[in-house]
């Protein structure tokens, strides 16, 4: 009996292993860590039979990859931002898309609780004061409380809320910016962004990325903030005027940073990260490991149906 031949799908970013396999049993897979690899390396033979991508979400799909996949007929994202993706190039050839959203949110916002007290009790700062030896010679100098400060949000959407909701349990009076005030949530919305980080101790940013909120924490917001001030960001690098942050962080207008995301990821400024009030992280926040199985399942899941011809589990536009 013959057996049909495996589908080619064509892979981009970093995957847990179960995922890889779940793939290998039911694709011809064709992997590359970096969408710029794949442009590069992908054999125009291979690239003809291309028919379905399953993309991380910061790798994406632009107009270049795209035109070198003539049989490409589904475009899965493996996580939930997708201003990576050129949309404009799949609506042309009327290409199915989705991500996989109602799974990351949780991840994202721990990591946000995270990086804020890691930031606030020198959490990162005291490990290595320790193993440099440095504790029988100098007493460390002391960390901020979280506790009864004021946390503003910045996009109190779906990690924005639970963001909110974890802060409250520790005491903090919650504020958020967004375009427009929620219904039936218990924070005080404040319109204004330079007005939101003006009253905020701690600025976590969890919007969207895009054009529309490229430097949206921009100087004025930093200046705001203040040199008591942390910002927090676990939503896209493009949010963030880089270099305005770093001059002031570097400049003292600015007290602190917890940073997950970058605006050039995966190269990290070397300014920045000379910076002793910085503490970074490699835009992880989905990545516990339960999280990113069921994201890689279901990113299979939105592949197979399109291929199959049915609707996509989670679709986008």
Known sequence: MHTPAKPHVLTLGTFPEETMAALDARFRVHHFPRIGHAIEGLSPDVAREIVALGTEANQGINRTLLGMLPKLAVVAVFGVGTDLVDHGALKERNLPLSNTPGLVAVE??????GLMIASARQIIYADRYIREGRWPQAQISLGRSVGKKTLGVVGLGA???????????FAMRVLYHGPRRKPDVPYEYVADIVELARRSDFLI???KGGPETRHLVSRAVMDALGPDGTLVNVARGSVVDEAALIAALRDGRLGFAALDVFENEPHVSPDLLALPNVIVQPHHGSAGRETRIAMGQLMIDNISAGLAGQALLTPLG
């Open 108 to 113: 994202v916002a721990d990591l946000a609780i």
């Open 159 to 169: 990690i924005g809320g639970p963001i909110a909701e974890r802060a409250a349990a």
């Open 205 to 207: 940013v969890a919007c």
